[in-house]
């Protein structure tokens, strides 16, 4: 079964741009996981969808949107990037609803310049 | 609010066998996970406790206690991949979604 996929790998932004990143799930999992990955915080929680709901949503600003697909592909959005937005952005798709096993894709890195 | 404590950084030998501690305060327990990430690669699965004991799978094993808010990650016969991030998370209730330490980097020496 192929695994959690994620594009694009790496990307390049300026402030003030936005950004969207795609990802797909496990065949089967129906839920989706948003992580942003910093060395300064680690990893916190973005936001899950379920069946194309948002079912959770973490401490970030509302520049950062995301959706889910009736295929159960996400996308994330990131709307008038700063800075601090520089990170590694996984997702994670979970076969069940609990306990939340994450399994994660390889990533995006995002650079804000 | 939840908060997860891990120590920073870890040296261990080749051969040896180390202890990764994770301690947590959380309202309403549901489980513990542990993660390893290696640099540049995403976190995987290693273990999942929810009741109290030791969990062992091959050279990994995981150990929890709920009366203490205290989980561990025993390494034995280390190699050289074993170098890595740890990382322990809880989900918050019953929420499908994972709060993270700030992991343990692990360097496996010669």
């Known amino acids: 079964k192929a695994g959690v996929t994620q594009t694009p790998r790496y990307l390049i932004k300026t402030r003030g741009q936005q950004v969207t990143l795609s990802c797909s799930p496990i065949?089967?999992?129906?839920?989706v996981s948003w992580y942003q990955q910093t060395p300064g915080q680690g990893l916190q929680f973005l936001f899950e969808?379920?069946?194309?709901?948002?079912?959770n949503k973490g401490n970030f600003p509302g520049r950062f949107s995301g959706r889910q697909f009736s295929n159960s592909r996400s996308e994330m959005n990131v709307s008038t990037l700063e800075l601090g937005d520089s990170a590694l952005y996984l997702c994670?798709?979970?076969?069940?609803?609990?306990?939340?096993?994450?399994?994660f894709g390889p990533g995006t890195r995002l650079t804000v310049t | 609010g939840q908060n997860i404590d891990q120590p920073t950084e870890m040296t261990a030998t080749e051969g040896a066998i180390v202890q990764i501690n994770c301690t947590y305060q959380?309202?309403?327990?549901?489980?513990l996970f542990w993660y390893q990430q290696h640099a540049g690669e995403a976190p995987t699965f290693l273990s999942y406790?929810?009741?109290?004991g030791l969990e062992e799978k091959g050279r990994f094993s995981s150990f929890l206690s709920r009366s203490k808010g205290y989980s561990y990650l025993l390494l034995k016969e280390l190699q050289m991949k074993d170098s890595a991030s740890y990382l322990c998370?809880?989900?918050?209730?019953?929420?499908?979604?994972?709060?993270f330490g700030t992991g343990t980097r692990l360097q496996v020496t010669l």
């Open positions: 406790n929810v009741l109290d």
């Open positions: 065949s089967g999992h129906r839920s």
């Open positions: 998370a809880i989900p918050p209730g019953t929420a499908s979604k994972l709060t």
């Open positions: 959380t309202s309403g327990f549901n489980g």
């Open positions: 994670a798709s979970n076969p069940r609803e609990f306990p939340p096993e994450q399994y």
């Open positions: 969808y379920f069946s194309e709901t948002q079912r």
